[in-house]
């Protein structure tokens, strides 16, 4: 049995007999997708690459991720740990990275997430709060598209500590 070693999550998933490649830190995504599809004898995957951070693929039994250096630690935790997450996915570990942050604390129910991009986002928002991090600390990328709604999924799962003190004082008063 193969495992693969989700360094972000820190997590050893099984995953039978596919193999995982953390390619790690890559220039560019389209040329390094390209090379990766290339040593099997693929084509280029037929999206563009332009504002892409991160990328995963699987070509038969070998799931490859790859992923920009992003300009603070949050955000290169938040765009890792999303990768991270696809990959899992893909080895069908959507039950086993519930049952690892049940562990630990703060359960999370992957298959209630109904979109892929949204469901990748709430699990890096996980990763980013083990490594002591909140979405505030994500800046202004917190907003953009599919992290938005995975914020908003985020602050019902673990409410900020200001929510637990807004709540207080309206006990109090």
Not at 83 to 95: K, M, N, P, T, V
Not at 101 to 127: C, H, M, S, W
Request: charged share 25%; proline share 5%; aromatic share 10%.
């Amino acid at each position: 049995m193969n495992v693969a070693q989700l360094k972000m999550w820190n997590v050893a998933l099984p995953i039978g007999n596919l193999r995982y490649h953390d390619e790690g830190y890559v220039d560019s995504i389209g040329g390094a997708a390209k090379q990766v599809h290339q040593k099997y004898g693929e084509p280029r995957p037929d999206i563009s690459f332009r504002d892409v951070l991160g990328f995963y693929t699987k070509i038969g039994l070998d799931i490859h991720i790859m992923y920009l250096r992003r300009p603070t630690t949050p955000l290169d935790i938040q765009n890792r740990a999303h990768e991270e997450f696809h990959a899992a996915e893909c080895c069908d570990g959507l039950d086993f990275l519930s049952s690892a942050t049940k562990e630990r604390g703060t359960p999370i129910n992957f298959r209630e997430i109904k979109d892929e991009q949204v469901r990748a986002n709430v699990g890096a928002l996980y990763v980013l709060d083990q490594h002591g991090f909140s979405p505030r600390d994500l800046g202004k990328y917190r907003k953009y598209r599919e992290m938005a709604p995975a914020v908003e999924i985020w602050n019902k799962i673990k409410p900020s500590k200001r929510f637990f003190l807004m709540q207080n004082k309206r006990v109090l008063h």
